[in-house]
């Protein structure tokens, strides 16, 4: 917690860019929506006069123009591309700015300093640990929700690996996207679970980016990979086999991604929430019910593979449950990882959303 912390503060105080170039950015050819042109531009002279920066005046209404990155994991369907084409955004006021990727470390330094409104969806525990550091966000809406058919994340091994229980992990190599959020959790909550106690020092991560990771696998540089995938992704592969997901160690709680904003647009534009969390609630319930349509929407603006674009869950009417975020409290805690209380209001708030009843 105290490395997370001190990067966390670090990284705050950073000059950002506002779109962060690098090879994985969605300016090397993902970030395909238009760009929005300015307030003088776009606005008539019959627009109010009293538009602010982040306004603008279109056929005779006015929109908030939202800034989110792109994900930069284009393995996972990006939900905030499904809500504008389907027009939930627009009904409620929002048009939305995809201004690039954002490396996931520097996702709440920049809506701390403004450079964009919220996140693509992270995982819940790094939301956790921002506000317990300082971060002025909340939590407003939420993203994912594992199942046992889609859990959040799965960890495979080669298929005549001799790994198949968690005191098998213990010393091995363990391949992962990052060393945050769920990515430097995953495997120790599944070591715990079965009985591991010193879960911190028993088997060594490794850090590797997605895309590649199952080839590490597949020539022996990690003895396990951890993949944002689901388990029929790998039911018909005969190179490699799943031997946990999140879903076998938190069930439904842990795969909670939810969506946060600066305190500061939260109070000075409930209306903005407001519609955010109307939007994303809408979308949540059409990608269930839509998730061939869900991954078309993203490989088709991303020019991705369309196999490669992994069906997602979304939680019903995007709606936060306490013990999404109550299960990593108590599992930093345990680890003193989290060293101070922090209350569930300061973490998250459904108020915003219609289809919450308290």
């Given at each position: 917690?105290?490395r997370?912390i001190l990067?966390?503060?670090l990284?705050?105080l950073?000059?950002?860019?506002l779109a962060c ?10 970030n ?6 300015s307030?003088a ?7 109010p006069?009293?538009?602010t920066?982040?306004e603008?005046?279109?056929?005779g209404?006015?929109y ?12 996972s ?9 389907n ?10 700015n ?6 996931s ?16 969806g ?6 956790i640990?921002?506000i ?7 939590a407003v809406?939420q993203?994912?929700e594992s199942?046992?058919r889609?859990?959040?994340?799965v960890?495979?091994?080669k298929k ?6 968690a ?11 990052g ?10 909550a ?13 088997a060594s991560?490794?850090?590797i980016?997605e895309?590649?990771i199952?080839?590490a696998?597949r020539q022996g ?5 951890l993949?944002?995938k ?6 018909n592969n005969?190179?490699?086999r799943?031997i946990?997901?999140d879903?076998d ?10 969506f946060?904003f600066?305190?500061d647009?939260?109070k000075?534009r409930p209306d903005?929430i407001?519609?955010f969390?109307t939007?994303m609630a809408?979308?949540?319930?059409w ?15 991303t020019?991705?593979d369309?196999?490669k ?5 979304y ?16 599992f ?17 708030t ?9």
């Amino acid at each position: 917690m105290r490395r997370f912390i001190l990067a966390f503060i670090l990284l705050a105080l950073a000059a950002l860019p506002l779109a962060c170039g690098n090879n994985d950015s969605v300016s090397q050819g993902h970030n395909l929506a238009p760009n929005l042109t300015s307030k003088a531009e776009s606005a008539p002279s019959s627009a109010p006069a009293d538009l602010t920066e982040d306004e603008v005046w279109e056929n005779g209404r006015k929109y908030f123009v939202l800034k989110v990155p792109n994900s930069a994991d284009l393995s996972s369907p990006e939900i905030l591309m499904a809500a504008e084409e389907n027009g939930f955004f627009a009904e409620n006021g929002i048009k939305v700015n995809f201004i690039g990727a954002v490396p996931s470390s520097q996702t709440i330094p920049s809506v701390l300093k403004g450079l964009i409104h919220t996140n693509s969806g992270g995982h819940v525990n790094t939301t956790i640990a921002a506000i317990a550091a300082g971060a002025k966000i909340k939590a407003v809406a939420q993203k994912t929700e594992s199942t046992q058919r889609v859990p959040h994340m799965v960890a495979i091994v080669k298929k005549d690996s001799p790994i198949k229980t968690a005191q098998d992990l213990v010393g091995k190599k363990i391949g992962s996207p990052g060393s945050s959020g769920c990515n430097g959790y995953f495997h120790m909550a599944f070591m715990r679970k079965h009985g591991i106690a010193d879960v911190k020092n028993v088997a060594s991560l490794v850090v590797i980016k997605e895309p590649v990771i199952e080839q590490a696998l597949r020539q022996g540089d990690v003895d396990v990979a951890l993949m944002h995938k689901i388990p029929e992704y790998f039911a018909n592969n005969d190179e490699f086999r799943v031997i946990f997901s999140d879903y076998d160690i938190w069930e439904n709680r842990g795969g909670g991604t939810p969506f946060f904003f600066h305190l500061d647009i939260i109070k000075n534009r409930p209306d903005v929430i407001r519609g955010f969390a109307t939007a994303m609630a809408k979308t949540a319930n059409w990608a269930n019910e839509h998730p061939l349509e869900n991954r078309q929407i993203t490989a088709r603006r991303t020019k991705s593979d369309i196999n490669k674009v992994t069906e997602r869950y979304y939680a019903p009417n995007a709606i936060i449950k306490a013990e999404s975020v109550t299960v990593w409290i108590d599992f930093l805690k345990e680890y003193n990882e989290l060293t101070v209380d922090v209350p569930l209001d300061k973490i998250y708030t459904n108020e915003f959303n219609p289809y919450y009843k308290s």
